[in-house]
Structure formats: C-alpha cells, structure tokens
C-alpha cells in the first residue's frame, strides 16, 4: 500500500493544475492500494476551505475519494462523521477530534461553541466544558 500526501489528493478535487490533475486521476486509476494518514484529510479539508469549496463540496469530493476501491485510509468511519458535521456546521478538525475519541468518557474543551454544536452531530462521546477550578 502507498500512502498519499495532501497535495495529490488537492490536485484530484481542485483541478488547479492540469498536468498535476491528470497524474493524480492516472494513478488513482490503477489497480495499486492507496491509503493516506488522518492527517492528510485533515489538512485536504483545510486546503479546500481555503480554496472556498462549500462544506458541501467537501463532504462530496472527500466522499468520492473514500468511495474509491483502491483508496483505504485509516478510520474512514470517523472521516465519513467528520464530514457529516461540517455539512451540519461543525468545524471539521472538531469533528474529527470527537470521533476519534469514541468510547471515551467525555471530549473536555474550552470552546463553549464546540460543546453546543456538537450536540448537533451524530457522536456517542460527550463534549463537555472545562470548568474552572476556584482555589480552595
């Protein structure tokens, strides 16, 4: 298996470049097994938000590169959340944070944001708010 980085992945969806494009599409056609680190969907969603694709845009380009046979990135259930609650308006990296923390007691946080929106994703662990701790 070959691990993909970002750039490879951000030329497929963006077709900013033509030539880059073309390589990418090519290879991705092969019957070679792909995968790429969490990391690099992270910043791939990043790289597309910064390139002002819509989070429905997103949701459907990542889509389409985890529907590919040959391409088999780790925890592709938590990515497949993730992306849902960006669509729902939760930032993506939280997401992808309280996913992977499934089977956890609670996701603690100082963002008052993130435990409201969260409430509104499809996540089995709690986020919760740190509260402060007045000296004794």
């Known amino acids: 298996m070959i691990a993909l980085d970002t750039n490879v992945l951000a030329r497929l969806l963006l077709r900013d470049d033509r030539v880059q494009f073309e390589r990418a599409k090519a290879m991705l056609a092969t019957d070679q097994q792909f995968t790429a680190p969490v990391t690099v969907l992270l ?36 990515l497949r959340l993730a992306l849902d609650a960006l669509v729902q308006g939760i930032d993506f990296a939280d997401s992808l944070h309280l996913a992977l923390s499934k089977g956890e007691d609670a996701l603690l946080t100082l963002d008052k944001s993130f435990v409201k929106k969260a409430g509104k994703g499809s996540f089995t662990t709690p986020v919760r708010l740190v509260q402060s701790l007045a000296p004794k």
């Open 43 to 78: 910043e791939l969603v990043w790289v597309l938000e910064s390139n002002d694709c819509t989070a429905a845009e997103i949701q459907r380009g990542v889509g389409l590169l985890l529907g590919l046979p040959n391409f088999n990135p780790p925890q592709a259930w938590a």
